[in-house]
C-alpha cells in the first residue's frame, strides 16, 4: 500500500469519529470537515422541518409524497461557513482519483447503492448515495471505502470493478477563500437558525412543521399496504414510508446537535433544553418507524396504524412547541 503510515493514520481517525446523525452526503462532508479540523455542525443548518406533496401522494403512495428538507445548498453552506467548494472530477479516470486520494486523503464519492458491496441494497435496489474514498493498494489494485452512514465498524477493501458501474462522480474539498473563524461560524449560525425556525413556523411555507398533519390524514384516510409496499416485499427498510421516516428522526438529531452546538457556544440553557427536546422527538420518529415496520410485517394491524397516526400528531404538536420556544428566546 502506497503511504503506509498517512493512510493507516487516515484509517485510525476516521474510526475514532463518534457516530453522527446526518443523512449520507452531510455526513460524510462532516467526515471530512473534521479531517481537516474544522467545525461540521452548520451541515445540518436548513434541515429541519416537514415537506409534503399530496399529489404524488394520489398519484403513488404516501411514502413517496414525504421528501427531504433543505433549505440551503450544500455548496452554499460550504462557501459561507467553511470558504471551502466540492470539485469534481471525471468518474471514469482512475489515474486520477488515486492522485487525488495520494494530495487530500478522503475523496467524496457520489454513487448507487446497488453497487456499494458492503450494503444491503447491493445487486437489489437502486437508491443514491454518498461514501468516501480513503486509501488504495497498489498491489492488488483494490480502493479503500468508508462508508459513515452505513458505518459497519470498519474500512472495506473493494475491487474497483465492483464500484467502478455506481460511480456518479469523485468530489474533493477545495479552499476558495481561507479559514473561516470559528467566531464568525457561531454568529451565521445563530442568524440561520432563526431564519429556519421563521421558516418552519409559517403555515404557508413548503417545509413547515404543519405539513406533519398531512401525513398524519394520509396515514389514517389513506394508507393501504400493499400500496406502500409494492415491490420491495420482505426489504422493509428500502419500503418508502419507512425509509423517509428513517431521513425524518436522522434530521431531528442532526438539527438537535446543531442546537446543542449553538446553545454551548453561547451558554444558553434554554436552547439546550430545546436540543433535548428536539432529540426526543427524533426517537418517537424512530419508534413510529418500528410500529409500522410491524405493519408491513405483519400484514397490516389497523390499531397499530392508528397508533402511528396519533402518535405523529402528538410529535408535530411538540416539534411546533419547541421551535415557538425557540423563536421568542
Known amino acids: 500500500m502506497d503511504n503506509i503510515k498517512n493512510t493507516n493514520e487516515v484509517f ?3 474510526l475514532k469519529i463518534p457516530r453522527l446523525n446526518y443523512n449520507c452526503f452531510q455526513m460524510a462532508l462532516a467526515y471530512i470537515l473534521q479531517f481537516y479540523h474544522r467545525e461540521y455542525q452548520a ?6 422541518g416537514f415537506k409534503y406533496n399530496q399529489r404524488i401522494e394520489y398519484t403513488d403512495c404516501i411514502g413517496n409524497a414525504i ?3 433543505f433549505r440551503y445548498k450544500i455548496k452554499d453552506i460550504l462557501m459561507r461557513y467553511y470558504g471551502s467548494e466540492l ?3 471525471d468518474p471514469s479516470d482512475e489515474t486520477a482519483v488515486i492522485y487525488m486520494l495520494k494530495e487530500a486523503g478522503l475523496i467524496l464519492v457520489r454513487s448507487d447503492l446497488y453497487w456499494c458491496p458492503w450494503s444491503l441494497a447491493y445487486l ?3 437508491f443514491s448515495h454518498y461514501y468516501l474514498l480513503v486509501g488504495y493498494d497498489k498491489k492488488s489494485e483494490d480502493f479503500y471505502c468508508y462508508d459513515p452512514y452505513l458505518n459497519n465498524g470498519k474500512i472495506n477493501q473493494v475491487p474497483f470493478e465492483k464500484i467502478k458501474p455506481g460511480i456518479i462522480s469523485y468530489e474533493m474539498l477545495c479552499s476558495t477563500k481561507g479559514k473561516t473563524k470559528n467566531e464568525n461560524i457561531k454568529e451565521n449560525i445563530k442568524k440561520d437558525i432563526y431564519s429556519d425556525i421563521t421558516s418552519i413556523l409559517d403555515k404557508q411555507d413548503l417545509n413547515s412543521l404543519y405539513n406533519i398533519y398531512q401525513l398524519v390524514d394520509s396515514i389514517n384516510y389513506r394508507f393501504e399496504l ?3 409496499n409494492a415491490g420491495f416485499q420482505k426489504d422493509f427498510l ?5 425509509s423517509k421516516m428513517k431521513f425524518i428522526y436522522i434530521s431531528r438529531y442532526g438539527y438537535s446537535d446543531l442546537l446543542e452546538y449553538y446553545g454551548n457556544s453561547f451558554n444558553n440553557k434554554k436552547i439546550i433544553e430545546a436540543a433535548n427536546n428536539l432529540t426526543e422527538c427524533g426517537r418517537q ?13 405483519h400484514s397490516h394491524d389497523k390499531g397499530k396504524v392508528k397508533v402511528v397516526s396519533n402518535s405523529i400528531a402528538k410529535i408535530a404538536d411538540n416539534e411546533i412547541s419547541i421551535a415557538e420556544d425557540l423563536f421568542n428566546l
Open 67 to 69: 421528501d427531504e428538507v
Open 87 to 89: 470539485i469534481g472530477y
Open 285 to 297: 420518529w424512530r419508534v413510529c418507524q418500528s410500529l409500522l415496520m410491524k405493519v408491513f410485517i
Open 226 to 228: 400493499e400500496k406502500e
Open 43 to 48: 451541515v445540518s443548518l436548513g434541515n429541519w
Open 124 to 126: 437489489k435496489h437502486h
Open 12 to 14: 485510525e481517525f476516521l
Open 238 to 242: 428500502a419500503i418508502p414510508i419507512l
